[in-house]
């Protein structure tokens, strides 16, 4: 019997944390190559990033880059929910295209719920849309362990819901 | 037969937009005041307002005014979501506790509707906390048509879901 799955080549992957400069274009490269954000969310996705770096220690926000061949090939956002005990949402998560299917998405998304348990973080919440083209980004999240929380019908338009999903961690 | 509730005097409200650097002094002193918001959220609110005076036209946030005597007697603050073709969220309302049982609270609700039915919004999110507390701020929404849209266990803390109400408007 053959084996119809490629192999992928898994490529070393270094996991960095804090936001620099020189990274604000890399976000935007991603955001935009991966044909999974709006124009108003690639917008979003840098102006945080900015605003995280003109605020530093100040900022709410905190980073997660995945770094292969010495380039960023992916990145996460995240952050403590303001007036909670131990919540944090997980804004951004992204991988470019020429990187994905290598694990680098669950391998961003693992250090990031570690980062967050190292904050006594005890729940993760993710954001996302309904729509058709989110539906792989859907089945990441529940190959993470996520799971549907809550489904408000048409908050992004009249045929996209928002979707939240959560992950509680053990700490 | 005698009656049991007691008339409240109505105490003619003036209702104003547009956020002045002096209503930032109120609004620290209302959410203060009611008892219904925690030091962050107070925090919040006020860090809120300062931004929008600082941002001017680009701010996404919108203020709404009671005045009774002069005086600032409640207020909102809502915006449309970034993102979303046309959901606003209710990000606070809140009345003076020696204004409370006036109407004001309604009122301040309805001419905010009426100010995102204006801007062509189509559904307003407003959230709030499941404890006890808050029993009175569900009651309020629902009094208002708002109905619960999605509920998020131990959001807040462990016995402390969030709630997320809703209410769609007619355009």
Redesign the interface.
Known sequence: MSNEFATHTIRPVRIRDCLQASDIAAIARIVSATGFF?A??QR?AVEIAEEHLAKGAESTYRFLFAEAEQKIAGYSCYGH?????S?FDLYWIAVAPEHQGNGIGHSLIAHTESRIRDLSGN?I?VETASRELYRPTHAFYESCGYQL??????????DDDKL?F?KALQV
């Open positions: 709006s108003a969310e979003i929910i303001d007036g909670t005990q919540s729940g919440y929380a809550a489904r408000l019908p048409a908050f992004y338009a009249p939240i959560f």
